[in-house]
Antibody
């Protein structure tokens, strides 16, 4: 059974930093791209970032580019999202997600999110 | 960025009804379109990928269709567990944008 367990959320002040973790199990972690999607309170889904299965390619939403860094550790089957310069606009539930393929080839592969974690809440407030 | 627009934003239905949700993109995305369901307080789950392919394990009352005017998610014979919010997502280009959601209530 695929499991994605997020951790690291909580309350942080504007301008602060936070690192989210996603521990994966139940599948060969190295063979799949991993994604972060967030959902602000009462709002819809927003794609944040994706990292390829090998870790060599990363993709970011414009809203977080230059502030967030996605990474993955094959030895612990964990995905990370390092968030800096946080603003109130970053307040959301952050979902860790597993993609269908190792490569994130939009427009070439029918990529899709096949599994989701339960999410971790990040609140940016003074 | 490609913008995805869903309609309606919400709809009222009853158990046993057939409902249809549409999704349109600001440019051609071919068949690179997914549908997700999100129940209140839960994570989303994949229903349909490649516009019309039913994900394994998803009930056959869910179906997806593509046409020249856009994409449609149809739910036949609505069940109590189908009252949820539905999102389309294009994966033709980065960023893979979501529609704003349609709540079936």
């Amino acid at each position: 059974e695929v499991q994605l367990l997020e951790s690291g959320g909580g309350l942080v002040q504007p301008g602060g930093s936070m690192r989210l973790s996603c521990a994966a199990s139940g599948f060969n972690f190295n063979n799949y791209a991993m994604t972060w999607v967030r959902q602000a309170p009462g709002k819809g889904l927003e794609w944040v970032s994706t990292i390829s299965g090998g870790g060599g390619e990363t993709f970011y939403a414009d809203s977080v580019k230059g502030r967030f860094t996605v990474s993955r550790d094959r030895s612990s089957s964990t995905q990370y999202l390092q968030m800096t310069s946080l603003t109130t606009e970053d307040t959301a539930v952050y979902f860790c997600a597993k993609e269908a393929y190792s490569d994130f080839r939009t427009g070439q592969l029918y990529t899709r999110i096949t599994e989701w974690g339960q999410g971790t809440r990040v609140t940016v407030s003074s | 960025d490609i913008q995805m627009t869903q309609s309606p934003s919400s709809l009222s239905a009853s158990v046993g009804d057939t409902v249809a949700i549409t999704c349109r993109a600001t440019q051609d995305i071919y068949m690179f379109l997914n549908w997700y369901q999100q129940r209140p307080g839960k994570a989303p789950r994949l229903l349909i990928y490649a516009a019309a392919s039913l994900r394994s394990g998803v009930p056959s009352r869910f179906s997806g269709h593509a046409s020249a005017t856009g994409f449609t998610l149809t739910i036949n014979t609505l069940q109590p567990e189908d009252f949820a919010t539905y999102y389309c997502q294009q994966t033709y280009s980065v960023p893979p944008t979501f529609g704003q959601g349609t709540t079936v209530e």
